[in-house]
């Protein structure tokens, strides 16, 4: 994803895999992104989400649109959007759905992935 | 393949791109003349024979069908035995078990950050109490065993239930237990490529140790098995899965016979997990190129001379990355055709996945659909009549000359990058990975590969049928955890102290196998992430991971 993303003409701060909520968020601020990405394999989506979503919120990140992609459900994408999640991309959206979403945010976009 | 095509275009309709599944360009038609240049004795030989271009074994599937195994993991050990015996009352004829995302990064189910991943991905595994739940009732010594399960309770604990049977160790069949050392998998299940790195030296050494106290004890286990399909998944080329994870047996083995054990044990005891997809013959040709390559390394490289040492033994799992989500019952087909590439190739072990792999590990029924493919392919097609019933057709012959050219010039691209490891560190390696991965959605975006369901065929989302899936449930996943924390509160701590003590010792020393002390901590109701921690603490590594528990004791 960050590869795609760059070749796209963004600037990107990969964190990996093992995050946690709070790394995420420092690294959001200290970066003043301009979006945040976090990806789903294994079913825990959910969990982490409605975390990361009211720790956005707490520290007065809430402004930053939130976006989810991997092995998510449809089923589940009304209920991520109604905790704050901004928008879903699950396996098998292109990748230029992604890349026009982030764009047509405003200005240079640097997300956080 | 909009819906303005018209009738005269769909009938007229190309369903090619001249080039295989990884962009192998291919002729219309074979003919002698494109494998002229093939040796029967030399490049071919019959099933069972030097160098098993054919097959590893001269009976093939009439002598005994390739083990119908699918990879087994669901939310807690509970229904994880309900779930291995549900399918092998319906004909599973092996088993393979998979843990969760905490344990495999090898922490508790009580550690802060596994918290809403418990039993997520595969089956939590905290203690030895798991392993037996997990067991409980499956013969031991009638089912053959894969524990892609890597945590350091799951071996020692199903042979302390061996013991506990009163099975004799010698009599046990299966897989797992070790990891072939490697300075970091390109692709690990759920790892970080940084641990491998600082415990390289000490596991390569621990691994030799491990070994040879298995071939010993356990002469019908196989410590480990050789991931190629993690690495497919990534998006390289057949050439490349089989180039990487040849490299990796290579310079692994060169390590360990350099520690000065016999090179026909060390090939004797290698085994692989390769992935299948869906371009038959160029699997077909990859698994056959791969065997003879495989052989005759073995033999002129590193010396092994005793043939049935040289047979690449082979598990297959049908292509995860190959299942789409939009129409999702469709990757049934997929998962058939995959399958039937892999017997055509001539694997020994099969799981093919099951159709809702893009979204959750299988329900019940994904699971037995899945199995029933296998059953159906083992039983009515007729391709476990013929050993290598594709032998000698020019285009499988040529593909697999073809297959074996490039699979050679990238193991010499290895070689000059300074072999595995430094291709590794040098990045040579991730970046092979990126470009394919990148490649795959190019190729999807710009509609150079047709998928059905997802650039061509494409129905509305909301049109979709929404498939049933598994979920695991929370309140089942909480009462295990409250377990496992009252478990470690109800143990003799004396007992876990001491095991842990003498294993952390074993580690620093670092001098023998850890697996007679990891069957102490298991026996004392250690638990996976203190067994690895404490591992790790010998080696002088963090105890946590994670970097956020210290030592409990």
């Known amino acids: 994803m960050a590869s795609f993303l760059r070749a796209a003409g963004m600037e990107v701060v990969y964190l990996g895999t093992h995050n946690t909520a709070d790394k995420v968020i420092a690294a959001a601020s200290q970066e003043d992104v301009d979006a ?27 402004h930053i649109p939130l976006i989810a992609g991997g092995n998510i459900p449809r089923q589940d994408i009304s209920t991520l959007k109604g905790m704050g999640v901004a928008e879903v991309f699950t396996t098998g959206k292109p990748m230029s759905a992604i890349i026009d979403y982030l764009n047509n945010m405003g200005e240079k976009p640097e997300p956080t992935v | 393949m909009t819906e303005s ?10 369903g090619t791109r001249g080039k295989t599944w990884c962009g192998v360009p291919v002729e219309p038609v074979y003919r002698p003349g494109d494998v002229k240049n093939l040796n029967y004795e030399r490049d071919l030989g019959d099933p069972g024979q030097y160098p098993f271009t054919r097959g590893i074994y001269s009976d093939m599937y009439r002598g005994r069908l390739w083990s119908r195994r699918l990879i087994t993991g669901c939310a807690t050990p509970q229904a994880t035995n309900e779930r291995l015996k549900f399918l092998l009352a319906n004909g599973e004829s092996a088993i393979n078990i998979i843990c969760d995302q905490p344990t495999q990064v090898k922490i508790d189910p009580d550690h802060p950050m596994a918290a809403g991943s418990v039993g997520c991905a595969g089956v939590p595994i905290a203690c030895v109490n798991d392993v ?8 031991l010594d009638q089912v053959s065993t894969m524990l892609t399960a890597m945590t350091p309770v799951a071996f020692p604990s199903y042979l302390l239930l061996a013991e506990k049977l009163g099975i004799p160790f010698s009599s046990l069949r299966g897989t797992g237990g070790a990891r072939v050392p490697s300075l970091a998998a390109p692709v690990c299940a759920y790892g970080g490529r940084e641990w491998y790195k600082s415990e390289f030296k000490s596991e390569l050494k621990e691994f030799v140790e491990r070994l040879v106290y298995l071939a010993k004890y356990l002469p019908k286990w196989y410590p480990a098995s050789l991931n190629s399909y993690n690495i497919r998944e990534t998006g390289v080329t057949a050439a490349e899965e089989m180039a990487f994870i040849m490299c990796n047996a290579f310079e692994a083995m060169e390590l360990i016979i350099g520690h000065g054990v016999d090179p026909n044990l060390v090939a004797s005891k290698m085994a692989f997990t390769c992935s299948s997809m869906i371009d038959i013959f160029e699997e077909v040709a990859k698994f056959r190129a791969a065997r003879r390559i495989w052989a005759r390394t073995l033999k002129e490289r590193f010396g092994v001379t005793n043939t049935g040492a040289m047979r690449m033994k082979v598990h297959v799992n049908t292509a995860g990355v190959l299942y789409r989500r939009q129409q999702a ?27 809702d792999e893009a979204i959750s590990i299988p329900t019940d029924e994904a699971a037995t659909i899945a199995l029933r493919t296998e059953q159906i392919l083992a039983h009515e097609t007729g391709v476990a009549n013929v050993a290598d019933p594709l032998g000698g057709s020019y285009y499988v012959e040529a593909m697999t000359s073809k ?5 050679v ?13 430094a291709a590794l560190e040098s990045g040579w390696v991730d970046k092979r990975l990126e470009t394919g991965w990148l490649n795959e959605q190019k190729d999807l975006e710009n509609n150079e590969k047709i998928v059905v369901g997802v650039n061509a065929y494409t129905i509305p989302e909301e049109e979709d049928r929404e498939i049933n899936f598994y979920r695991p449930e929370s309140k089942s996943v909480d009462e295990y955890v409250n377990k496992v924390r009252e478990f470690k509160k109800t143990r003799s701590q004396e007992d876990v102290k001491r095991a842990l003590r003498s294993l952390r010792v074993a580690a620093e020393k670092g001098d023998e196998s850890l697996l007679p002390y990891e069957m102490e901590c298991c026996r004392a109701c250690a638990t996976t992430a203190e067994i690895s921690g404490a591992t790790r603490m010998g080696r002088g590594l963090p ?10 004791f």
Not at chain 2, 5 to 14: A, P, R
Not at chain 2, 343 to 349: E, I, K, T, Y
Not at chain 2, 543 to 552: A, C, F, S
Request: proline letters at 3%; glycine letters at 12%; aromatic letters at 8%.
């Open chain 2, 543 to 552: 105890y946590d991971p994670m970097g956020v528990l210290e030592y409990p």
């Open chain 2, 403 to 407: 297959m074996e050219e490039q699979i």
């Open chain 1, 36 to 62: 945040i990405g976090l990806s789903f394999q294994g079913g825990d989506h959910m969990h982490h989400l409605s975390g990361m979503t009211r720790l956005l919120r707490e520290s007065g990140l809430g």
């Open chain 2, 5 to 14: 095509s018209t009738m005269k275009e769909k009938h007229l309709e190309v």
């Open chain 2, 329 to 355: 019952l469709i990757n049934i087909s997929r998962g058939a055709y995959s399958a039937l590439a892999a017997v055509l190739g001539g694997c020994q072990s099969l799981q093919i996945a099951s159709y």
């Open chain 2, 409 to 421: 010039d990238l193991i010499e691209q290895v070689a000059s990058e300074g072999g595995w490891t």
């Open chain 2, 132 to 139: 037996f739940a997990i067991m409980d009732g499956i013969p």
